[in-house]
Nanobody, 117 residues
Framework: VQLVESGGQLVQPGGSLRLSCVAS????????MSWYRQFPGKERELVAS????????NYADSVKGRFTISRDDANRAVYLQMTSLKPEDTATYYC???????????WGQGTQVTVSS
């Protein structure tokens, strides 16, 4: 199993970014997927999740209305479109297989998002 994130970079407040996570080594259509983020010195927190089929989507309150999770089963990818970015969104963002935060599963290596002027 391999999850590879990309798209993180430095962006100004109010800007937008799209993170990508490309999966391999498992049947992508059999799994929901999630995005987490981690602030320095803190535990990872769930940002958004999308179930297999993409019909059930959940967001953390802090990102509702600003972030959108989506999946492209043909390309084995899950995306996180982030808009109206704030300095407090600065974190390392991780892709995880599965949607249950209580269950261990595979993680990507993370991609750094920095929101700063």
């Amino acid at each position: 199993v391999q999850l590879v994130e990309s798209g993180g970079q430095l962006v100004q407040p109010g800007g937008s970014l799209r993170l990508s996570c490309v999966a391999s080594g498992f049947t992508f259509t059999s799994y929901g997927m999630s995005w987490y983020r981690q602030f320095p010195g803190k535990e990872r927190e769930l940002v958004a999740s999308i179930n297999l089929g993409g019909r059930n989507i959940n967001y953390a309150d802090s990102v509702k209305g600003r972030f959108t999770i989506s999946r492209d089963d043909a390309n084995r990818a899950v995306y996180l479109q982030m808009t109206s970015l704030k300095p407090e969104d600065t974190a390392t963002y991780y892709c995880k297989r599965g949607t249950n935060p209580r269950t261990w599963d595979y993680w990507g290596q993370g991609t750094q998002v920095t929101v700063s002027s």
